[in-house]
């Protein structure tokens, strides 16, 4: 059964060809790696699939429900409950602490602060950032700063996590730190990651790989 289904997706941008007849599936729990050369159409697909960017054709379900047939509204509402996101940087409010950044999602859906801070606490003790809860994002490194960015994404308990290089930014000893973090957080939540990276050795994190080139997509099962 499919929790995330694109069919026939196609996107342009002026005379630019990001999304030519691009597809995938997404199964609920599951940790796929989106890959392919820069400008093949990663982050386009991705933003398709969350509902954050429109495709000119094709459809999006999410169950049994059409994300491209929503309004506004219905995709934002969905974004807010279902999804969690995580790119390479400049997500976390700088005027916040790390500890209030975190507890944000949950302030924004009506939970009460000592709640919300609560739990902030436990994820960023999960993400083992639990030091960096009163500092200001700016005054964290790199790696601290994407595992609060994780923790935050996963705060809600998201049934899909969208990750765009989420480790981009990282040297790759951090990165991998932050790879397995996230995904041993998402496999234990169960929730779905969709991850854009360059990681090479992503094999080792994820369950399957999607490689996209030229604006398509193909699925590539690991040999395991
Ligand atoms: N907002 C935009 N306006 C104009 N062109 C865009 C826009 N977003 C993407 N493109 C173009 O669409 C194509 C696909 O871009 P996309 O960002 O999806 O690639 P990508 O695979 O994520 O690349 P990278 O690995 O470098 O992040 C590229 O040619 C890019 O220049
Ligand atoms: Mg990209």
Not at 114 to 122: L, M, N, P, S, T
């Amino acid at each position: 059964m499919s929790l995330l289904r694109a069919e026939g997706l196609t996107k342009s941008f002026g005379k630019t060809h990001a999304l030519e007849g691009a597809g995938i599936t997404i199964r609920a729990g599951e940790v796929v790696a989106v890959m392919g050369p820069s400008g093949s159409g990663k982050s386009t697909l991705l933003h398709c699939l969350a509902g954050i960017l429109p495709p000119d054709s094709g459809t999006v379900h999410y169950g049994d429900r059409e994300l491209t047939a929503m309004n506004d509204g219905e995709r934002s509402e969905l974004r807010r409950t279902e999804f969690g996101f995580v790119f390479q940087f400049g997500q976390l409010v700088p005027e916040l602490t790390c500890l209030e950044n975190v507890a944000l999602p949950l302030r924004l859906s009506g939970m009460k602060r000592k709640d919300a801070e609560r739990a902030a606490r436990d994820w960023l003790g999960r993400l083992e950032v639990d030091g960096v809860a009163d500092q200001r994002p700016g005054e964290t490194s790199g790696g601290q700063g994407q595992r609060v960015a994780v923790a935050r994404a996963l705060v809600t308990g998201p049934k899909v996590i969208f990750a765009d290089e989420p480790t981009g930014a990282l040297d790759s000893l951090n990165g991998e730190r932050v790879m397995h973090l996230l995904t041993t957080a998402a496999r234990e939540t169960g929730a779905a990651v969709v991850l854009v990276t360059h990681e090479p050795r992503v094999a080792a994190y994820s369950d399957r790989e999607v490689v996209v080139r030229d604006g398509r997509s193909r699925d590539v099962e690991f040999a395991r």
